[in-house]
C-alpha cells in the first residue's frame, strides 16, 4: 500500500464514524454513560457521539471525543494558518492546470491505491438509516440509489450487502475512469443490481448518468465528493440532481467542514481560492460551512436535517491530538413550487 502522506485524502481510508467502530470494552475500560459505546451499537442517527471531554487530563483514556468546540486560542492559531496559506496561494499557470481536467487527477488516484487502501463505510445504517428502512428492506418495490463519486465501491457494497430487495438498482458513477474500473472488478460487484459508469456531477451539456431518466432516482449519496468541485460548478450539480431525484426524492450528504484538521495543515502553495484547494496530488478539496449549504441546496431541496460532526481523533502512543470537522445532511427534492414556498428553513444541530 502507498504511504500516506499530509495531503492524501483521508476519508476513503478512515471515516469520522468508524473512529468508533472497532474499539472494544477492554481497550476502553468502563463505559461513562449508556452512549459511550461503540457507535454502529446505537441507531440515533445526527447524534456524532455522546463521549464529552470534562476533563483535559482524561483526554489520552480515549481515542475519540464528540462534540469538541475549541477555546480561543485554537480560533486565533487556526486563523493565523489561515492567513498564511492566503499570502503563498497557486501560482496562476498551476491553477490553471488542476482547475482545466480535475478527473485526470483523481485517475491517478485510484491508479496508485488499490482498492483495499480505502475502508468500507459501515456507518451509512447509522447515519442514513433511510436507505435501509425504505430501499433495501424486502418488498419495497422498484428502488433507485445512485451514488454520485462512488470511488472504489465502499458505499455501494455495504449497502448491496445488506439488501433484501429483489428490485433495487444501485448505480454508481465517478469522473475517474479507473474508479469505475476498480468497481466493475470487484468481486463484490453483482451485475444484477449494481451498474458503474464515468459521468462528471458538474456535466454541464445535459448528459445523465447511462441508464437513468430524468426523476428516475430514489437517493443520491454525495459522500465527500461535492468538496471536490469548483465553487462555480455547484449550481450546475444541483441542477444535474435535480433532474434525477423524484419529488420527494433524498440526498444523503457528507463532507469536510470548514477548518477540518485537513484545512488547516495545508502549506502554501495549495490554495486555489477562499477555502478551496489542491492536495499534493492534484487533487482538489472545499471546507464547508452550514451556512454554505443552505445557500447552494436551499434553493431547491428542504434542508431536512443538518449537523456538524466536531471530533477530537487521539492517537494514544504517539500522544497526538487531531480535530475533525465534517458536516452531515439530509435534503429532500420538494414535490411542488407549493412546497418551496412553505418549506421549513430546515433543522441545524
Known amino acids: 500500500m502507498p504511504p500516506v502522506t499530509a495531503e492524501t485524502p483521508i476519508e476513503g481510508i478512515l471515516d469520522s464514524s468508524e473512529a468508533l467502530t472497532d474499539v472494544t470494552v477492554s481497550e476502553l475500560g468502563t463505559y461513562q454513560s449508556k452512549w459511550d459505546i461503540p457507535r454502529t451499537e446505537r441507531d440515533d442517527p445526527f447524534q456524532f457521539g455522546q463521549r464529552y471531554l470534562q476533563d483535559e487530563d482524561a483526554v489520552w483514556d480515549f481515542n475519540a471525543w464528540d462534540h469538541v468546540e475549541w477555546d480561543e486560542e485554537q480560533e486565533i492559531l487556526a486563523q493565523e494558518k489561515l492567513e498564511k496559506q492566503r499570502e503563498n496561494p497557486v501560482n496562476d499557470f498551476d491553477k490553471k492546470l488542476y482547475m482545466s481536467n480535475p478527473s485526470r487527477y483523481w485517475d491517478l488516484f485510484y491508479r496508485n491505491n488499490k482498492s483495499n487502501f480505502f475502508k468500507d463505510r459501515k456507518w451509512l445504517r447509522l447515519e442514513f438509516p433511510s436507505i435501509y428502512a425504505t430501499a433495501t428492506a424486502a418488498n419495497s418495490g422498484p428502488k ?3 451514488e454520485v463519486g462512488c470511488g472504489a465501491g465502499n458505499t455501494l457494497f455495504p449497502i448491496l450487502a445488506a439488501n433484501e430487495n429483489a428490485e433495487l438498482k444501485l448505480v454508481g ?24 459508469d464515468v459521468w462528471d456531477l ?15 432516482v430514489d437517493f443520491v449519496i454525495l459522500i465527500f465528493v461535492f468538496s471536490a468541485l469548483a465553487p462555480e460548478q455547484w449550481d450546475t450539480a444541483i441542477r444535474n440532481i435535480d433532474r434525477l431525484l423524484k419529488p420527494g426524492g433524498e440526498i444523503l450528504f457528507r463532507d469536510y467542514g470548514r477548518y477540518d484538521m485537513a484545512q488547516l495543515r495545508f502549506k502554501g502553495g495549495r490554495l486555489l481560492q477562499d477555502s478551496f484547494y489542491v492536495r499534493g496530488d492534484g487533487t482538489r478539496v472545499y471546507f464547508f460551512t452550514e451556512d454554505e449549504l443552505q ?16 471530533r477530537l481523533l487521539v492517537n494514544r502512543k504517539r500522544k497526538l491530538k487531531m480535530y475533525r470537522i465534517w458536516l452531515q445532511a439530509r435534503f429532500i427534492k420538494r414535490a411542488s413550487l407549493d412546497d418551496a414556498e412553505e418549506a421549513p428553513a430546515g433543522e441545524a444541530e
Not at 458513477?173 to 458503474?196: N, Q, Y
Open 295 to 310: 445557500k447552494i441546496f436551499g434553493k431547491e431541496f428542504s434542508v431536512e436535517k443538518m449537523g456538524t460532526d466536531r
Open 144 to 146: 433507485t440509489v445512485l
Open 173 to 196: 458513477v465517478d469522473f475517474s475512469h479507473r474508479a469505475v474500473e476498480l468497481v466493475r472488478e470487484s468481486t463484490e460487484f453483482d451485475a444484477a443490481h449494481i451498474t458503474a
Open 202 to 216: 458538474a456535466d454541464d451539456t445535459g448528459r445523465l448518468p447511462a441508464g437513468l431518466e430524468e426523476h428516475s
